[in-house]
């Protein structure tokens, strides 16, 4: 083994979106990083939301992401069709690789290599697979899946998640399309050129037959519904496991993980991406506020901040699952169906909460974690610090003033004060949410 004469920071492990994303963040914030990434991400078509495309648009990165072609999303849900919902196709080999390359022009040490790491007194030491040695001060986890093997996680029902591209579409028409059936859902996705991607997933019991023979038994169930037809034979066969998964620790202030080595969802979530992003930017936080105020104090808030927020994110995304699989009638007494109805639990998406109440809670405010006090209303239950860069609490305590308005028009304009003031308002009308169909 060799000791690697170059001295960083912070080692990130893996180079999906969630190590990228954390990567750059850190080195913006003056920290010198290495990423260590084997390079060799599997080609599929994924989903990404209007959300995540439009942070990466504002921070200057869609022009990283290769090519999104933006789809309408339809759905055969319980034998009803709808196209409420749009989002961009992405193909992750060439998204991952453009995103390590721009990691790497900001500035980051890109190490093609995979690599683990162990805590040693006040450092951790990381070994690439060339056995080359690194000392750093933090390590990020962001081995995505891999990161749950051999250690305490909390799984849920065994999921096997088979996709393969089909190179045979009728029609030039770009489309995404979930369709549910006996053994299971189907994800069909064609970026309007070249080829389709079609994904089945599956309970992961059957050890039997090969992947590509439940593949094709999948297609040969769903084909008939497909909103263009697609046809030729499957190649580059992908098969993954996609149950969803928590870490059971707390996250160290030594080790943080991110994106899917924190918490895996349901990929019928389509949430996956967006939670890689959003903890990379918890991560990264919580580095500034160790970084700034070193101490006791500062630890412990960001052990409660991050294990608290990979806690809420998997338990809303897991029972939102939920929910959305109880909403398919027709197969409900089929094994994958009933075995999924109650995971995680039995519990409501969230507790109904009626009007506004104020709660102590942990904000990223200026790039560094604090204690403040925030608002959970019906439309936000699991809160909000700021309305339009304005303090929530504030708005909330001069509405309920006398001359709220007036004061209201005083600090921010008339226009701005009415629109507080009937964001408030409509928050305070919202009836509870009726429960979820068990
Ligand atoms: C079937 C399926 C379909 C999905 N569809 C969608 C979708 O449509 N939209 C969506 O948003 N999400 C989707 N997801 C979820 C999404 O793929 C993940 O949530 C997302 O990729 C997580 O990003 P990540 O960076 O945490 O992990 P990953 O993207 O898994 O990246 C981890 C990286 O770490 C590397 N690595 C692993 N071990 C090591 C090591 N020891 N050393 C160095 N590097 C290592 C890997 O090679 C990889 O590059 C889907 C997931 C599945 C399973």
Redesign the pocket.
């Known amino acids: 083994m060799t000791s690697s004469s170059e001295s960083f920071d912070i080692a990130v492990?893996?180079?999906?979106?969630?190590?990228?994303i954390s990567a750059l963040l850190l080195k913006k914030q003056g920290f010198d990083v290495v990423l260590?990434?084997?390079?060799?991400?599997a080609s599929?078509?994924?989903?990404?939301?209007n959300r995540?495309m439009h942070w990466f648009t504002v921070n200057g990165l869609d022009s990283v992401i290769p090519e999104p072609a933006r789809v309408t999303r339809l759905a055969n849900w319980n034998g009803n069709s709808n196209d409420y919902n749009f989002?961009f196709l992405v193909e992750?080999e060439s998204m991952?690789a453009s995103l390590r390359g721009h990691v790497s022009e900001q500035g980051v040490a890109l190490v093609a290599?995979?690599?683990?790491y162990r805590k040693v007194k006040q450092a951790v030491e990381v070994t690439a697979?060339s056995g080359s040695r690194f000392k750093v001060k933090r390590v990020i986890d962001?081995?995505?899946?891999?990161?749950h093997s051999g250690r305490q996680s909390i799984h849920g029902p065994a999921t096997v998640?088979i996709?393969g591209w089909l190179d045979k579409c009728a029609s030039e028409k770009a489309f995404a399309q979930v369709i549910p059936f006996r053994d299971g859902w189907v994800?069909a996705a064609h970026p309007g050129g070249g080829q389709a991607w079609f994904?089945a997933?599956l309970d992961a019991v059957d050890g039997k037959s090969p992947p590509l023979s439940r593949l094709r038994q999948a297609f040969d169930a769903c084909r008939q519904q497909l909103a263009q037809p697609l046809s030729g034979d499957f190649n580059s066969i992908l098969v993954?496991?996609?149950a969803p998964v928590i870490g059971d620790f707390t996250p160290d202030p030594q080790i943080i993980p991110?994106?899917?080595?924190a918490a895996?969802?349901d990929?019928l979530?389509?949430?996956?991406?967006?939670?890689?992003v959003s903890?990379a930017l918890a991560a990264s936080a919580a580095i500034n506020t160790l970084e700034s105020r070193p101490g006791a104090a500062s630890e412990a808030l960001v052990e409660r901040h991050l294990s608290e927020r990979i806690g809420e994110t998997y338990y809303r995304q897991t029972r939102l699952g939920r929910d959305f699989l109880r909403m398919e009638t027709r197969y409900r007494d089929a094994p994958f169906w009933s075995k999924r109805l109650n995971f995680p639990d039995d519990q409501a998406l969230h507790q109904p909460i009626e009007g506004i109440q104020v709660k102590k809670s942990t904000v990223v405010d200026d790039g560094i974690l604090k204690e403040k006090e925030i608002l959970i209303t019906p439309l936000e239950p699991s809160g909000v610090a700021w309305v339009d860069g304005v303090e929530a609490t504030e708005i909330w305590s001069l509405y309920q003033s006398e001359d709220g308005l007036a004061r209201m028009s005083d600090l921010w304009g008339e226009d701005k004060a009415r629109w507080f003031h009937s964001w408030i308002s409509e928050r305070l009308a919202v009836q509870p949410p009726a429960a979820a169909p068990g």
């Not at 492990?13 to 190590?19: L, M, R, T």
């Open positions: 492990i893996g180079g999906g979106p969630a190590g990228c260590f990434d084997p390079d060799k991400t599929r078509l994924e989903g990404i939301g995540l989002e992750r991952d290599q995979t690599a683990n697979a962001a081995r995505g899946r891999k990161a998640s996709g994800w994904q997933t993954r496991g996609c991110v994106g899917d080595a895996a969802m990929p979530s389509g949430n996956g991406m967006f939670w890689a903890s």
